[in-house]
């Protein structure tokens, strides 16, 4: 199962955009609201989650998503719940995805070391033992089960990467050409 978690302050087009393009590809996701169901977004859009924290009790997950935003992020990172689905994810070999400020959250909890991994500008420091990329040339960056993104502005692309991971870069380009029309 693939969970986007939300906590109150999260951004909202770093978690709904991808939301949108992992459930056209067919993706089954769970939004999971942290302190409830119904959690407010940085910009005071108001989002129902799927299910609030204290249901969330799986021990295999097989991709976890945060978006960032603040207060989300550091609300994600102070989350017992949140904490112990990344502990599961990384047991289980899930893929764990964050954007924005919300690698923090990652990189606070150890699972960036040895990899490749971006943030927002200013957060560099937070993604311990990773080797961070300059976000003006690699805005998405994809390392084996890490997917990691700049921010907002690239939350397209960070999802495309996240129909990559589990449907295939077939899938992820046909969903790009939906929704992308040229003509």
């Given amino acids: ?93 899930a893929y764990l995805c964050a954007i924005r400020a919300a690698p923090m959250v990652l990189g606070a909890g150890g699972y960036l070391k040895g990899y490749k991994a971006t943030c927002y500008p200013g957060f560099e420091n937070s993604l311990t033992g990773a080797d961070v990329q300059d976000q003006r040339k690699s805005a998405v960056v994809s390392d084996r089960k890490r997917i990691t993104a700049a921010g907002m502005g690239v939350a397209f692309e960070f999802g495309l990467a996240l129909v990559s991971a589990l449907r295939g870069r077939d899938a992820a380009a046909k969903i790009k050409e939906s929704v992308i029309s040229y003509d």
């Fill in 1 to 93: 199962m693939v969970y986007l978690f939300l906590a109150n302050g999260f951004e909202e087009v770093e978690a709904l955009c991808p939301l949108d393009l992992l459930r056209r590809a067919g993706v089954e996701v769970t939004t999971v609201g942290i302190g409830g169901e119904s959690v407010q977004g940085s910009h005071g859009i108001q989002v129902q989650a799927d299910i609030p924290d204290t249901m969330f009790r799986d021990a295999k997950p097989e991709m976890i998503i945060l978006p960032g935003g603040m207060p989300g992020a550091k609300n994600l990172l102070q989350s017992p719940t949140v904490a112990a689905a990344l502990k599961a994810g990384e047991k289980n070999g």
